[in-house]
Nanobody, 125 residues
Framework: QVQLVESGGGLAQAGGSLSLSCLAS????????MGWFRQAPGKEREFVAA????????ADSVKGRFTIAKANANAKITVYLQMNGLKPEDTAVYYC??????????????????WGQGTQVTISS
């Protein structure tokens, strides 16, 4: 059973940067990519970015500001989300997710079968 643990959230000022990490531990019978989603208070969870091999996907709202990357070491996968040019509207709980389905859009939460507990990102103006 794979587990995802996020870290790196916190408080930053508008225009600043934060980096999130997601460590995937345990074994997974299917791994079709990993992604980041976020949920702001009173809003639905929304797609942020995803990565599968050399392919990367970004929401329009973060394109050009956020970068997703992945590293494999010692049979563990770590997914990073580098966030630059942060805006107050980026404030949300950010969730790491593992895609367990081979079909479906990377932009849709239904593609992802394993989720982390979330990490808070707060951007002040």
């Amino acid at each position: 059973q794979v587990q995802l643990v996020e870290s790196g959230g916190g408080l930053a000022q508008a225009g600043g940067s934060l980096s999130l990490s997601c460590l995937a531990s345990g074994s997974s019978g299917s791994n079709y990519g990993m992604g980041w989603f976020r949920q702001a208070p009173g809003k639905e969870r929304e797609f942020v970015a995803a990565i599968n091999g050399e392919n990367r996907y970004y929401a329009d709202s973060v394109k050009g500001r956020f970068t997703i990357a992945k590293a494999n070491a010692n049979a563990k996968i770590t997914v990073y989300l580098q966030m630059n040019g942060l805006k107050p509207e980026d404030t949300a709980v950010y969730y790491c997710a593992l895609s367990t389905r081979v079909r479906g859009s990377y932009y849709d939460a239904i593609r992802y079968g394993v989720w982390g507990q979330g990490t808070q990102v707060t951007i002040s103006s």
